[in-house]
């Protein structure tokens, strides 16, 4: 079978592991919004998102590409700031894609980063504010300074699944 990655990303960590798969399975790699990649040339999928203001960016393509993820195996991983196991992601996960593909397609959570010397004034002031909303210190921590916890290894399951996939 013949697979491909569709990824989005706003500030280049969930691209970064995308590629990582693309190279470690040989499957070819879309920049979802911005590239012409179609879906519906391929067999399986592989759907990658950042996670940002609780929602993944990844959820208006899915839905608009509905009609083709829905007849195809699929893959999501995350990336995000959150720990793997926080409930929060299953969650936004569910505030963002349809129960149905949440159900059926296994889901992988991957570190992500938060470089703030990226940012603007007008986002730093927004990071600082939003700091002081978050419930545990390690949460505001990570906003005021920033993180980094990506990790190639991480990509190991989904390698695995896309790989055994292929061969179907
Ligand atoms: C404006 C903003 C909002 C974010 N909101 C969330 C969030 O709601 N939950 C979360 O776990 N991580 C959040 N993050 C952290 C991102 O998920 C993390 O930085 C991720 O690596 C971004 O992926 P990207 O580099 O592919 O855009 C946020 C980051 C930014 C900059």
């Not at 940002?52 to 590409?65: C, E, S």
């Not at 010397?117 to 210190?137: D, L």
């Amino acid at each position: 079978m013949r697979g491909a990655i569709f990824y989005s990303s706003s500030y280049g960590s969930t691209a970064q592991y995308a590629n990582w798969i693309s190279e470690a399975t040989g499957l070819p790699v879309f920049d979802a919004y911005a590239s012409a990649g179609d879906p519906s040339e391929y067999d399986f999928l592989v759907l990658g998102s950042s996670v940002i203001l609780m929602r993944m960016t990844l959820r208006k393509w899915v839905r608009a590409n509905w009609n083709t993820i829905q007849q195809k195996p699929v893959y999501l991983f995350s990336v995000t700031g959150a720990a793997p196991d926080d409930p929060l992601i299953q969650k936004w996960l569910h505030a963002s894609y349809p129960d149905e593909l949440i159900a059926r397609a296994p889901h992988h959570v991957l570190g992500g980063r938060l470089d703030l010397s990226q940012f603007n004034w007008f986002m730093r002031v927004f990071m600082f504010i939003g700091a002081y909303t978050k419930p545990t210190k390690e949460k505001r921590r990570d906003m005021l300074e920033g993180f980094d916890r990506i990790d190639r290894d991480g990509i190991a399951p989904v390698v695995e699944w896309a790989r055994q996939i292929a061969m179907e």
